[in-house]
């Protein structure tokens, strides 16, 4: 736990500018995300095969407007999948990643929050893959990590 909040600690994470509001925007701190993070590893819910890795790894993480389909829960990947709604700053994302999941969905209404999650990704050396739907009116936000 203490080295998952120790590696959060160190993003250096891009905040809100301007939080809006009508959005609940704030951010996830280092200490509840590590909290959060280690009970869905107790769990077998997320990293790379659903146990608990201490290592990092290059997930791929994929964030949009509105997912193009559901995960499903009995999944024959080897690794669960993580659907981040509501994703603001990706501190949970990059959580996930660090633990090694390999999937990770971050979806956001807001542009400017996709925008700070993918600087915040590529912070940590990860990278990120867009697959906003550009005929959408949705904004494109779409994280690949």
């Known amino acids: 736990l203490k080295h998952l909040q120790s590696a959060l600690s160190s993003v250096p994470v891009k905040q809100f500018p301007n ?20 009970y869905a590893l107790s769990k077998g819910d997320i ?18 407007s509105q997912p193009q389909s559901q995960p499903s829960s009995s999944s024959s990947s080897s690794s669960p999948s993580v659907l981040d709604l509501g994703c ?25 929050a996709i925008q700070i999650a993918k600087d915040n990704v ?3 050396g990860f990278d990120y893959n867009s697959n906003g739907d550009s005929d959408s009116e949705e904004p494109d936000s779409g994280l690949e990590s």
């Open 122 to 124: 590529e912070a940590m």
């Open 19 to 38: 939080p809006k509001i009508t959005l609940e925007q704030y951010a996830t701190s280092a200490e509840l995300a590590s909290h959060v993070i280690q």
């Open 88 to 112: 603001g700053t990706g501190m949970l994302a990059i959580g996930c990643a660090i633990v090694g999941t390999k999937s990770i969905i971050c979806v956001d209404c807001d542009e400017d």
């Open 47 to 64: 990293g790379e095969g659903g146990q608990r890795q201490g290592g990092e790894s290059e997930p791929e993480s994929q964030s949009q």
